[in-house]
């Protein structure tokens, strides 16, 4: 959010990274980690309280099962890209800075 302020560019638009691009562009793999990620953290929270819970149309598929197939590579996709924007955005700030620091000489 703070480099977004600083350079008035939204962290979507102007992706130098390709992995990046690759995952703002590709909308289905967004969408799959960004709710597997949302519905991991529902799932742990269920799982919390009802261990054993199991799927109610799959009776022999549990939530622990569905979470850890499912929701966990798209989690930690989004962690992997969550990184990518923080890597990026420090780039930024720092071109900005040297920017700035230039226009003080």
């Not at 480099?3 to 962290?11: E, F, G, L």
């Not at 562009?25 to 597997?36: K, R, V, W």
Request: net charge neutral; aromatic share 20%; glycine share 4%.
């Amino acid at each position: 959010m703070y480099a977004s302020s600083k350079t008035n560019q939204h962290h979507k638009d102007n992706q130098a990274n390709f992995f990046l691009q690759w995952y703002y562009g590709c909308y289905p793999l967004f969408g799959y980690c960004c709710l597997a990620q949302e519905f991991f953290y529902l799932a742990k929270w269920i799982l919390r309280f009802e261990p054993d819970a199991a799927l109610s149309f799959a009776p022999d598929v549990t939530l622990e099962l569905v979470c850890q197939y499912v929701f966990l590579p798209g989690m930690l996709l989004k962690q992997v890209v969550n990184f990518a924007q923080w890597w990026n955005a420090a780039g930024m700030l720092a071109v900005v800075d040297a920017e700035a620091a230039q226009k003080r000489k």
